[in-house]
């Protein structure tokens, strides 16, 4: 199958007027010329941009991937390849040990080919602060324990891609250093200074959890997680909803880390797709109204949005340029959790992951693996 006449998003983080063929899945070419006298803006040709990379969300249409059920991976992979988020990997929540093992098992049970390619999990607790932790539930905390990680890695099928720790808390130093080689760790979820997040980073960790959301703020003689991610070149996550962070810090971020460390996430849960009301998120209620859901002491809980959403907004209400948004979408958090090689940008060889966008940033057309989905 051919798509002609489009405006590719290409390597080089630019669109140019072009086409892209795909066969049996996989692209076979993109031929995308720059000098062939096309403007980017100056005619209706569509955008073709890489499938989006969704690293950290927890649920939609009334499914979350905690509730462990045989359907539950399938509802949010078809939901997500709706909104035009073509490789998903879902976060699990602060769990007790018995439904962890359950969740993880039915993680490694899940075989299914139809919506978004599932990469694996984000495994957002227990290891994390009882001092800042956001939505996560108290009680269901414990320290960092490797065999514990291994032991859940194993029961998910190895799928566990990023592993979220609070770097303060004892054991959190050792645990980096033993499983550095074996997953990503995020910091997450923590009342790390400076010196604490360094010290996780210098250990191994590369990554950061919903930046500024569940840890100190950045402060200019208290730099905290945020200042040492920078200084580390570490991955950071950012919600860009419109809800858990002011556009202004957003595009001080863009700046500070730039799109090629940025991951645009969506943290939804299961009211993603679905009218207001009451819902849960790791066995808490919450509320939500309109873009907003919380628990019963106000504590954001998530966000009800997608990630293309989360894309658009930052473009249309954040002055993020849209190729910088895009790669922030796609090609990074792809390379955050090791899959850049078959997903994150449109280059032959790689899955068929194509998002075709008019030029109000809605989309039109998705095909996942080069199926168009409806």
Not at 208 to 233: E, I, S
């Amino acid at each position: 199958m051919e798509i002609k006449d489009v405006l590719v998003y290409t390597e080089q983080h630019e669109f140019v007027k072009g086409d892209i063929s795909f066969e049996d899945g996989i692209i076979k070419e993109v031929s995308a010329l720059k000098n062939n006298g096309a403007e980017a803006d100056a005619d209706d040709a569509l955008y073709a941009i890489p499938g989006l990379v969704d690293i950290h969300f927890h649920g939609c249409m009334g499914a979350d991937l905690c509730d462990a059920e045989p359907d539950t991976i399938k509802t949010l992979a078809e939901y997500e390849a709706g909104q035009g988020i073509t490789t998903i990997c879902p976060a699990t929540m602060t769990m007790s040990l018995p439904e962890l093992h359950k969740i993880m098992a039915n993680i490694g049970a899940y075989q299914g080919d139809t919506g978004a390619h599932f990469a694996g999990v984000n495994m957002e607790g227990p290891f994390i602060s009882p001092a800042n932790k956001g939505a996560q539930a108290a009680e269901n905390i414990i320290p960092c324990d490797v065999n514990l990680f291994r032991e859940l890695n194993g029961k998910s099928g190895g799928r566990i891609r990023l592993v979220d720790i609070a770097p303060e808390e004892p054991g959190a130093i050792e645990f980096i250093e033993a499983v550095r080689d074996e997953v990503n760790v995020s910091l997450a979820h923590t009342v790390a200074d400076y010196d604490a997040a360094m010290a996780a980073f210098q250990a191994g960790a590369n990554h950061v959890t919903h930046l500024f959301n569940a840890m100190l703020p950045f402060h200019h003689r208290k730099p905290g997680v945020q200042g040492a991610a920078a200084d580390a070149g570490a991955y950071v996550e950012l919600i860009c909803d419109g809800v858990h962070i002011h556009p202004a810090m957003v595009r001080a971020v863009f700046k500070l880390f730039g799109s090629d460390r940025v991951c645009l996430i969506s943290d939804s849960m299961r009211a993603a797709g679905l009218a207001d009301g009451d819902y849960t998120l790791g066995g808490q209620a919450v509320k939500v109204k309109g873009s907003l859901a919380t628990l019963a002491d106000g504590t954001i809980a998530g966000s009800v949005t997608n990630l293309m959403l989360c894309l658009k907004n930052a473009v249309n209400n954040m002055q993020i340029p849209l190729e910088a948004a895009v790669r922030s979408a796609s090609e990074t958090p792809a390379r955050s959790i090791g899959i850049f090689d078959r997903c994150g940008s449109l280059a032959a060889g790689k899955q068929a992951d194509i998002v075709l966008l008019d030029k109000e940033l809605n989309v039109r057309q998705v095909f996942v693996g080069g199926k168009a989905v409806k």
